[in-house]
Structure formats: structure tokens, C-alpha cells
């Protein structure tokens, strides 16, 4: 955690008590709400002001708000959360809070750019440092979403933004926050703890576009009950990052032998590739997928492709592929946890066919569902890997 130094000459300001105070070089920054924001010049340094838009400085219900903003998050002291340095009385835009300038640019605006996935990662474990500490002061955000995440243009640093003292029900909401908002908050049924932060968390996560490698932390996130979240931030950490994971490591067993006897006949499977293009492949993607899902004893579809025996190493070749890239480059990290999920599935049902097909059938439907950005290239290629897994698995079964 990082904190911000706060100069120890400064008194602190009460929220009750604004001083009055003048700026030069005024410029509005559009934005949306009942709140807007102007950057001006305080003396030799460039500051921000947080003021209510002219049709509502006279609303009491949002003056009070802004103070209560403010008065909460005078004591936030974070490298990751914009610094609130006074609460003040301007000419022309009334009460405002002035906050510390950040030269960047919104997550949303971050998110148009290209940036890879270990880039998009260390994003994410920012915004998760800023809320831990957040957290510790006995403040959650509330209104975690991408318009209120600054990335610095240097270094891409994050600054968390607008923690706002509404209720929804103070305010009009726009279909923007509520997508991000966790339930609880949407109906009112409770109040907000840090869980409801890393709800949204959760849902950034899934519009950056980190859902596939991340699929089950994402399902976690967003859980729609907030005892079957992650109970703090310390524990969507450990999970992250890979320490601690709730993914399970596979015992070896029969599965596990039988993927590392496949590492061998890969590489030659690997030099077919090379040589005879994307015949094989088209051959894999015909493969009905749901046809993973049925009992055993039933008969494949007849637009299901039957591998024969002599077939079968060449129906894994997708393994032995080159590293994906482009649109499909989410699969290099994919792998590993779905086919970790995978083993343990298989490992846990085995003796129960009809338990493991409905455990393999109730996973993939998740899976799908929290990767509901995929385009029709990328949903076909978590079918095919997917597809081709679970055969493997059943065939190693089977003997």
C-alpha cells in the first residue's frame, strides 16, 4: 500500500466550516450527473474543483452531499485515491470540494487503447490496492466503475474518483452505474460494505475483457448473494495473483499420466500441422460440443464427427498449436485453469457418469456465461479446446 504525504502545516477542515477561496484559468471538463468538474489554477499548481452543476447548487440534499464527500475522504491518504484537499466557497459555482489534478485519462477511455492482458492485471491490483485501504478507513466507494477509475498518462498509475455520499434513491442513476452496482445497492435491501466494491470489481474485470483466464474469480466477484463473495480484498488477492488460488491442484491419477504421455505424441502431432494447414483443426471444429454433456450410452448426434481410433491423436492436435494471438491470445492463459477445473471435475465424479456429465454440463454453461463479450471466433475456439479436453479425459476414463 502506498500513502500519500499530506503537508503536516495544514490544519484540518471541517466539512461544516467551507473557506472561501479564488482560482484563475477556469476550464470545465464535461461530465455526466448532477456534479461537474472544472480545472483551474491555485497559484502555481493546477487543481480541480468538484461543484454542482448550475440547475442544482441549490438543492440542500446535494450541497450536504458534497459535504459529507468531503468529509469522509479528507482522511484518505492513498496513492491510489485522488487526494480531497478542502472544501470550498468559489464565485460563480458556490460550494465545491478542490481535489488533487491527475494528469490521465478514465479507465473507460484506458480500455480503448491496446494493451495486454498482464497490463490490463496490474490495473486491476491497483484499483484492488486503493479499495483495500479504502476498506481499512471504514470507506467503500459504492460507485466503482470505469468512468471513475484516472489512469496517469506517466506510468499508468490509477486514481480512484468520486465517492460519492448518495443513496440511489437521492439521485437519478444512469443504466452506466447501475450495470457496475452490486444488487444490494441496486434495491436498497442493505447497506454498502466492501463487498459491494468488489462486486464491481468483479464486472470491471469482465469488460476489460479478462474473462475467460479469470472466469471463476470474475463468477466470485459477482455473486448476486454477498456471503458467496470474497469476504475482503485480501482474499480476490491471493486469488489473482495465484497465491493461495481456490483453484484446486489435480492429484495424479490415470488423467493427469495420460496428459503427460500426450506431450510426446504432440510434438509430431505439431509437425502435421505444420505441414498440412488447417485441415485437421477444420476437421475439430466440427465436433458437437454438447454432445460432451450426454450420457454414454447415448448416440451422438449425426452431425458429430466420429474419431476413430487411429484419429484420435490427431483430434488433439490443437495442443500443440503455436501460442494463440490476437483475438484468440486469451487462450494462453485460459488453458491452464479450465483444464486445472477440468481435472478436478473428473477427479471428484469419476466413479458417477451420470454426475460427472451433469458437473461438466453445469461448468461449461458457466463458463459461457460469465464470457458473454465472446464474439462467434472466440466462443468457437473455447468449444473446441473445451470439447477436445473432455473427450481426452473420457477416453483415459474409459480404459
Known amino acids: 500500500m502506498s500513502e500519500n504525504k499530506v503537508p503536516t502545516n495544514e490544519s484540518v477542515q471541517t466539512a461544516d466550516a467551507p473557506v472561501k477561496a479564488s482560482y484563475t484559468d477556469y476550464q470545465v471538463i464535461p461530465s455526466h450527473g448532477y456534479c461537474m468538474i472544472v480545472k483551474c489554477r491555485k497559484g502555481d499548481q493546477t487543481v480541480v474543483l468538484k461543484a454542482l452543476k448550475e440547475e442544482y447548487r441549490e438543492r440542500q440534499l446535494l450541497r450536504n452531499a458534497l459535504k459529507r464527500e468531503f468529509k469522509q475522504c479528507q482522511r484518505l491518504n492513498h496513492?491510489?485515491?485522488?487526494?480531497?484537499?478542502?472544501?470550498?466557497?468559489?464565485?460563480?459555482?458556490?460550494?465545491?470540494?478542490?481535489?488533487?489534478?491527475?494528469?490521465?485519462?478514465t479507465l473507460q477511455a484506458y480500455l480503448k487503447e491496446s494493451h495486454t492482458d498482464d497490463e490490463k492485471i496490474a490495473i486491476i491490483n491497483q484499483i484492488a490496492d486503493a479499495l483495500r485501504y479504502a476498506h481499512s478507513q471504514g470507506i467503500a466507494h459504492r460507485y466503482l466503475k470505469p468512468s471513475n477509475i484516472l489512469v496517469t498518462t506517466?506510468?499508468?498509475?490509477?486514481?480512484?474518483?468520486?465517492?460519492?455520499?448518495?443513496s440511489p434513491e437521492d439521485v437519478k442513476i444512469t443504466p452506466d452505474t447501475?450495470?457496475?452496482?452490486?444488487?444490494?445497492?441496486k434495491d436498497e435491501t442493505m447497506a454498502a460494505d466492501g463487498t459491494a466494491d468488489i462486486y464491481s470489481l468483479g464486472t470491471i474485470m469482465k469488460v476489460m475483457g479478462l474473462t475467460l483466464a479469470y472466469s471463476?474469480?470474475?463468477?466470485r466477484c459477482c455473486a448476486f448473494k454477498r456471503s458467496d463473495r470474497y469476504s475482503n480484498i485480501d482474499e480476490f488477492l491471493a486469488d489473482l495473483n495465484n497465491e493461495g488460488t481456490s483453484f484446486k491442484m489435480p492429484k495424479i491419477g490415470k488423467g493427469a499420466v495420460m496428459v503427460a504421455l500426450l506431450v510426446v505424441v504432440l510434438g509430431i502431432v505439431g509437425v502435421l500441422i505444420y505441414n498440412y494447414g488447417g485441415t485437421l483443426v477444420n476437421q475439430i471444429g466440427k465436433v458437437d460440443v454438447t454432445s460432451?454433456?450426454?450420457?454414454?450410452?447415448?448416440?451422438?448426434?449425426?452431425?458429430?464427427?466420429?474419431?476413430?481410433?487411429?484419429?484420435?491423436?490427431?483430434?488433439?492436435?490443437?495442443?500443440?498449436?503455436?501460442?494463440?494471438?490476437?483475438?484468440?491470445a486469451f487462450m494462453n492463459?485460459?488453458?491452464?485453469?479450465?483444464?486445472?477445473?477440468?481435472?478436478?471435475?473428473?477427479?471428484?465424479?469419476?466413479?458417477?457418469?451420470?454426475?460427472?456429465?451433469?458437473?461438466?454440463?453445469t461448468y461449461y454453461r458457466g463458463l459461457i456465461h460469465a464470457n458473454d463479450t465472446l464474439n462467434n471466433e472466440q466462443r468457437a475456439e473455447v468449444d473446441r479446446v473445451f470439447g477436445d479436453y473432455v473427450k481426452q479425459k473420457k477416453a483415459a476414463l474409459n480404459k
Open 178 to 185: 447501475t450495470r457496475f452496482m452490486a444488487p444490494e445497492l
Open 216 to 219: 471463476e474469480i470474475i463468477k
Open 333 to 361: 492463459r485460459m488453458k491452464p485453469a479450465l483444464y486445472k477445473d477440468l481435472d478436478g471435475i473428473f477427479e471428484k465424479n469419476s466413479a458417477d457418469k451420470a454426475a460427472l456429465n451433469k458437473a461438466i454440463k
Open 79 to 105: 496513492s491510489g485515491i485522488v487526494r480531497y484537499q478542502g472544501l470550498v466557497e468559489v464565485d460563480g459555482y458556490r460550494l465545491c470540494i478542490e481535489e488533487e489534478y491527475v494528469e490521465g485519462r
Open 154 to 166: 506517466q506510468g499508468n498509475y490509477v486514481k480512484l474518483i468520486d465517492f460519492s455520499a448518495l
Open 292 to 328: 460432451l454433456f450426454k450420457s454414454d450410452a447415448e448416440t451422438a448426434p449425426e452431425d458429430t464427427v466420429k474419431v476413430a481410433p487411429t484419429e484420435q491423436a490427431d483430434s488433439l492436435s490443437a495442443e500443440a498449436e503455436a501460442p494463440a494471438t490476437g483475438k484468440l
